[in-house]
């Protein structure tokens, strides 16, 4: 929400009314007004550009351009972007993203020069909200692929019971080529003992890293669990198993060593 206030009498400050984003609902942060009007980072909604022409007479702001830098995400959470600069007298804006990067954009609003342009894999709005868009990267033939792999791995276990019981934790890192970590991405494995099978997952954080801990098992019956990988899906790339981290020599669940063998008695 944008609140709109009357300070020209600061003995009698007024409330003139309050912007409420019909779509794209997130944080709003930094804002700068420049002619009439005002371009505000608002983290997962990206960068929104609002008329503020009649805020004085009625405290109304009109929403007539936005640039999401994060596709499909409009949550309250604090990522996206968090600043932009509209000063430029080319007309260019300079924008913020947490872990998107860094934005220049060209505005086309009427009333001004210059206004905010496309991103280079879709084409920003002046009406209305897509219904969806696509991923943050897109590949083409011209241009080298953006990957997703596991950058870092680690398996530690603890003992529990005397040496009774022991307990191991996986540690994934994820980011793509560029080295962005893809935060959100799904990590699930398939965990096999004695026959039998259960599924467990961890989704990445924001500093890349998701932590699965498997169930506590008794060594003496099970001296060893198989896991195995299932198919990372990613809005950071497409998932290349063969760019892996090595663990043990080996690009950890790729096609050379799809199965992780788990040794619960030398834990």
């Known amino acids: 929400q944008t609140y709109i206030f009357d300070v020209s009498n600061l003995r009698n400050v007024q409330l003139k009314g ?13 804002e700068y007004i420049k002619g009439d009007f005002v371009y505000q980072s608002n983290y997962e909604a990206g960068i929104t550009i609002l ?32 600043s932009n600069y509209p000063y430029f007298k080319s007309g260019i804006v300079i924008a913020t993203s947490i ?38 990267y897109t590949n083409s033939p011209s241009k080298p692929p953006v ?6 791995f680690s398996v530690t276990a603890k003992l529990f019971n005397n040496g009774k019981k022991v307990q191991s934790t996986l540690t994934f890192h994820l980011e793509n080529t560029h080295d962005i970590k893809a935060k959100g991405t799904l990590i699930k494995i398939n965990i096999t003992k ?28 099970f001296p060893s669990v198989d896991v195995k990988l299932k198919p990372i899906k990613s809005k950071f790339g497409e998932y290349e198993s063969e760019l892996n981290n090595e663990y043990k020599s080996c690009p950890v669940f790729s096609s050379a060593c799809p199965t992780l063998v788990i040794d619960n008695v030398n834990a």
Request: aromatic share 6%; proline share 7%; with cysteine.
């Open 99 to 136: 872990e998107q990067g860094f934005f220049v954009l060209r505005p086309n609003l009427s009333g001004e020069t210059n206004t905010p342009m496309a991103s280079p894999s879709y084409e920003p709005s002046t009406s209305k909200v897509p219904t969806s868009q696509p991923s943050i």
């Open 18 to 30: 309050i912007h409420t984003a019909s779509t794209r609902k997130s944080i709003m942060h930094n």
């Open 147 to 152: 990957l997703v792999r596991i950058t870092s």
């Open 194 to 221: 004695g026959g039998t099978k259960k599924t467990k997952q961890c989704r990445i954080s924001r500093s890349g890293k998701c932590v699965i801990k498997l169930p506590r098992y008794d060594p003496i019956k």
């Open 51 to 82: 008329d503020v022409s009649n805020a004085a007479n009625n405290g109304e702001l009109v929403e007539v351009a936005f640039f999401d830098m994060i596709s499909g995400e409009n949550r309250k959470s604090f990522d996206g972007s968090w």
